[in-house]
Structures are given as structure tokens and as C-alpha cells.
């Protein structure tokens, strides 16, 4: 190991950490040194997002003191932003192992710097911590949670006042006062406790009304209130407002996946607890076979992403992908507004630079405005607070199986998304057909645009370097073609330039820096090369697109589309 990691395990020995930190350390030291030094080589890096890792001891992993630490940055910046005011936060968390107890960790730190702490009294959705940030005038907040992440990992979103994450400058200003903490002794880690209260049904209640208000068609769910819906939480938050939501929109049929329904941070039955992933929707998958249901719904542990199951035009059980869900919630939404007669000539949709073109398309012919952020709900939550009083905001979503409907809330919301997405299942039963049947309809309507996703990890001390070097090389080699067809033009985020490769023209784009390329080829495939910002992990983003004409050739120009990305893949060399 390097002087600088012996300095710090040191430091933590002899430090005031507790003596089952110490002991643990130690047993490191002597068992697992390999282990030690990737827990101690870095510091764990609050990112724009906060934190996100996996659970033990040390300065790159999540614990009690990298958690307190960072709260005690988050509390300096509220504290300079809001000097003399009374600053009041909120704090949720997941099923995840230790959740709990991080949130409690964070409470106290909050109040122990003098803020009232909102913490709700037991796990609860991401979704209802960015509603409740709202609903209770609170300047920030915080969900202790890693998503849909491995059981390992646990983390650490940080929320501003509007109910969304940090965004510019508050980011990197927050970034700025977390990494200025060097030591746990500069933690307030108690003496606050009076400034905590706990939230719970009053919240509760005030959310499941807001999303019951974003129903279009009530009067079709009374008369496919039998709509025979499975959904499994996969040991998360769902189970606590899903079912509640899906009973109040007026659904009697729901069958909850048993065997998933408690929740539990080791996950037992599945891999990986995404909906992204077709083995951790399998159980359900089965479920909705036997029952016959009509649709299949997946919430990820803290319930802001959820995954789709239906039958195809063959009658088997598919797993919609997230940009085909996105399609069918962003069209029904601008249709049903257009057929009740309540759309709006400023009605706005937001979607990413990575997620499907044919949003765009079905913006376009429902002429509604429709805008394209950097990847992640922060930026759509922004762009709304921005149009606030200008646009109306309708709906926001992308590829990541993310949905944010209406804007009450700033932050993907796989609760309502469930409730929207039976809804519109209901609105085709009772028309005699299916979501896959819309989605075909669709297709042969604003084009056949299909998408696939690949995620390449990196691991261990050299991973973020090796996707360092991996982007260099797209961005001063980038290739002249891919899979046979010329590269017309590269977007490239980080330098917001777009140039066109074979006329040479630039220019600007007008987004903040991302580290993300975009390759558009001729024939209309658009590649995209984007780094995660909290693992060593880079994703590729690939969509294709052609005509359907009726749908008797879906099959073929299916195939034709999935083999042109298999092209692609073949092509960079991604396999």
C-alpha cells in the first residue's frame, strides 16, 4: 500500500471513529489488505448527484462518517446560502440494509446544526421525498438510497428547495463545502434531536392525492376497474403507495408478487433489484402468465424507475423497454389532453439527449413543444422551474424506465408512472386492444424507432481511467463510419460543439458540459457514448429507425432494425 493509504487508516485507528470500525480495519489489515486499500486509496467522491457506494469502512466506501461528513458539507452550504433563516430539510431512505440508520445519521447531523429535520418515520418512495420537499417549504433534502444498484451499495442523493437534485452552481458549491470537511471531529454528530419530527400518513395522503390528480380518464378505469394488474415491488419501497395509489384511482384487481413484496436490502430473489433487468421481472413475469393478467409492473427499491411487462401481438409476455414505455405515456398523455379538450397552447414536454427521437416526433404532430436535456430528471426539473408561469408542463421521462408526470413533483416517479401506465392499459381494454397494440399503432403513425442500451464496467482502481481513455479516443479519432454508413455529425457535450464531419460546419450547443459524444450517421443511427458519473461503468446508447406500414410487416422490419444494431455494436467493437 501507498504511504498516503497507511496515513489514512492510521488516522481512522487512532482516530475518534468507533471500536467496531477499528476492529474491522484491523481484521482487513490481516485477512484482506487487497480489500483495505480499495476501501482506503481514495476518498469517496460526493458527485453532482451525492454519494453512491459500497457499504464498509474507510474514506471510498459508505459508512457513517463519510455519510455525516457529507452532511455536515451539505449543512455548511444551506447555512451560507440561507444566512439567519430557519432552515427546515427532509430525509427519506429505502429498504436497502442500513438505510435506516444512515437517514438517521443525516437527521442528526441536520439537527444538530440547528435545521428542523423532516424524517419519515419508515421507508418511503424517492418520489415522496421530492413531493414532500415541496409540500413542506423545505430548502433541501436528502433519500438514502442506491437506487437499483447491487445490495452492496447504499448512497446519498442530495435534493434543493424546488424538489429536484443539486443543479449549477449549487452542485459544485455544495461539492466544494463537503470536500473542505478533512475530519470526523468537525462533524456536529448530535445535540439536535429536539429539531426532528417525524413524517408519515399526513404526507402520505397529501402525495396519493397529488398523483390521483393526474388521472385523464377516471370514468374508463370505473369501467375496467377488473383490469387485471400484477405488480411486484421487488423488496422495495413500492409496496408502501403503490397498491394504496392503484386501489384510490379505483383498480380492484391487483395482485401483488408475494415473494417480493417485503421489503428486504438483500434483495433475496433477484440479481440486481432494476426492472431494467428481465430476471428480476422473471417472477413476475410468471405470475402475469398464470393469472392471464393484462399488465405487468416492476418498481426498483426506492420506486422512482419502473418496468413493463405485456403481451405482444402473438399474445406472449414481453418487457416493454424504457423508451417504448416513454413513448406510450408521453402520447397518451398528449392525445388524451387533445381528445378531453383540456390541452394547452403552451403545453411543454421534456426529454434527454439520449432517450428515443420519436418523443420528438410525436411532439411535433401533436404540436406540443418538446425540449431535450442532459441525461437525468435534475435537468428536466430545472428546465420546469425555469418555464414555470411561462409553459405547462404535461410530462417528462427517458430511457432509464423514468417517468415524472406533472409537476408537483422534480424527480423520476415510478408510483404515479404505475398508476398512468394501468390507466392507459384500461383506456386500450376497453377499445379492445392491448399497450402493444398502441405501441404498433404508434410506430405506424410517427415511425418505427427502436433502441438498445449496452453497459461496459470497468472495475477496480484503474476502471475510471481506462473510460477516460476509451472517450479520448472517440473524441479525436472518431470513426469516418459505422456498420457501413458515413458519421454525418458528432455532438460532442463536453466541449457543446456539434460539427458536421463532412461540410466541417460547428456549432454551439446549448446545454451545460456533459461528458457525452453522439454519433449521427447518414442513414439516421444515432450512437451515443456516455460515462457514468458515480461508477466506473460507461453506457452506449444505440437507436435505429424505419417506416411500418401496417402491421402485418412489424416482424420483419423488427428483425431488420435489431440486426442493424447488432451491426453497430459488431462495427465499434463493443461485443
Known amino acids: 500500500m501507498t504511504q498516503a493509504i497507511d496515513e489514512k487508516v492510521a488516522t481512522w485507528l487512532a482516530g475518534n471513529y468507533d471500536d467496531a470500525t477499528k476492529l474491522a480495519i484491523t481484521a482487513l489489515q490481516k485477512n484482506h489488505p487487497e480489500e483495505l486499500e480499495e476501501s482506503f486509496y481514495k476518498n469517496l467522491e460526493f458527485g453532482t448527484g451525492g454519494l453512491r457506494g459500497i457499504m464498509g469502512v474507510g474514506t471510498n466506501r459508505i459508512n457513517k462518517y463519510t455519510i455525516g461528513m457529507a452532511t455536515q458539507g451539505f449543512a455548511n452550504y444551506l447555512s451560507k446560502t440561507y444566512p439567519g433563516e ?10 436497502r440494509n442500513n438505510a435506516r440508520f444512515f437517514a438517521e445519521t443525516t437527521a442528526q447531523v441536520f439537527a444538530a446544526n440547528g435545521f428542523i429535520v423532516n424524517l419519515f418515520e419508515a421507508l418511503r418512495p424517492t ?4 413531493f414532500a420537499i415541496r409540500h413542506l417549504n423545505c430548502k433541501a433534502g436528502v433519500v438514502c438510497t442506491a437506487s437499483h444498484n447491487p445490495k452492496e451499495y447504499n448512497g446519498y442523493k442530495a435534493y434543493w428547495n424546488d424538489g429536484g437534485q443539486l443543479v449549477p452552481p449549487h452542485d459544485t458549491n455544495v461539492i466544494t463545502e463537503v470536500e473542505m470537511i478533512q475530519s470526523v471531529d468537525e462533524v456536529k454528530w448530535s445535540g439536535g434531536e429536539a429539531n426532528i419530527q417525524l413524517l408519515g400518513k399526513e404526507t402520505d395522503d397529501a402525495y396519493i392525492k397529488m398523483v390521483k390528480s393526474l388521472s385523464v380518464y377516471p370514468e374508463v378505469i370505473a369501467q375496467q376497474k377488473d383490469l387485471k394488474i400484477v405488480y411486484t415491488p421487488i423488496h422495495g419501497t413500492g409496496i408502501k403507495l403503490v ?46 402468465k398464470a393469472l392471464d393478467a393484462d399488465i405487468l409492473l416492476g418498481t426498483d427499491p426506492d420506486a422512482d424507475r419502473v418496468g413493463v411487462g405485456v403481451k405482444n401481438h402473438k399474445g406472449e409476455w414481453v418487457l416493454m423497454n424504457g ?30 439527449i439520449v432517450t428515443t427521437e420519436m418523443i420528438n416526433e410525436v411532439a411535433k404532430q401533436n404540436e406540443v413543444a418538446c425540449y431535450n436535456v442532459l441525461t437525468g430528471f435534475k435537468w428536466i426539473a430545472e428546465l420546469v422551474k425555469e418555464k414555470e408561469g411561462k409553459e405547462k408542463y404535461i410530462i417528462g421521462g427517458e430511457e432509464s424506465f423514468g417517468l415524472m408526470i406533472g409537476d408537483e413533483i422534480r424527480d423520476k416517479d415510478a408510483v404515479s408512472a404505475v398508476a398512468l401506465l394501468c390507466e392507459m ?6 377499445k379492445g386492444k392491448t399497450l402493444f397494440d398502441k405501441m404498433i399503432e404508434l410506430y405506424i403513425q410517427y415511425g418505427f424507432y427502436y433502441e438498445q442500451l449496452i453497459s461496459i464496467t470497468k472495475k477496480g482502481m484503474n476502471g475510471q481511467q481506462e473510460i477516460v481513455k476509451m472517450m479520448e479516443g472517440y473524441r479525436v479519432n472518431p470513426p469516418a463510419t459505422i456498420n457501413g454508413s458515413k458519421v ?24 451545460p458540459k456533459s461528458n457525452v459524444l453522439q454519433f449521427i450517421t447518414e442513414d439516421g443511427s444515432k450512437i451515443s457514448a456516455r460515462p457514468s458519473g458515480t461508477e466506473p461503468k460507461i453506457k452506449f446508447y444505440f437507436s435505429v429507425n424505419t417506416s411500418l406500414e401496417n402491421r402485418g410487416e412489424f416482424d420483419e422490419k423488427y428483425q431488420i432494425l435489431q440486426n442493424k444494431i447488432n451491426g453497430i455494436i459488431a462495427d465499434m467493437q463493443l461485443n
Open 86 to 95: 430557519k432552515i427546515a430539510v427532509a430525509i427519506a431512505h429505502d429498504s
Open 127 to 130: 418520489p415522496e421525498l421530492s
Open 243 to 288: 397498491p394504496q395509489v392503484l386501489a384510490e384511482f379505483g383498480f380492484t384487481n391487483v395482485h401483488v408478487v408475494e415473494e417480493q413484496a417485503m421489503p428486504d436490502g438483500n434483495f433475496p430473489t433477484v440479481k440486481y433489484p432494476n426492472p431494467e433487468e428481465s430476471e428480476t421481472m422473471s417472477i413476475g413475469l410468471a405470475k402475469a
Open 323 to 352: 423508451n417504448q414505455t416513454a413513448v406510450l405515456a408521453f402520447a397518451y398523455m398528449m392525445e388524451a389532453r387533445r381528445a378531453k379538450g383540456i390541452a394547452q397552447p403552451n403545453d411543454m414536454v421534456i426529454t434527454t
Open 425 to 430: 392499459a384500461a383506456y386500450e381494454k376497453s
Open 488 to 511: 454525418a455529425t458528432l455532438l460532442d457535450y463536453e466541449l457543446q460543439e456539434g460539427k458536421n464531419l463532412i461540410t466541417g460546419e460547428t456549432w454551439k450547443i446549448n446545454l
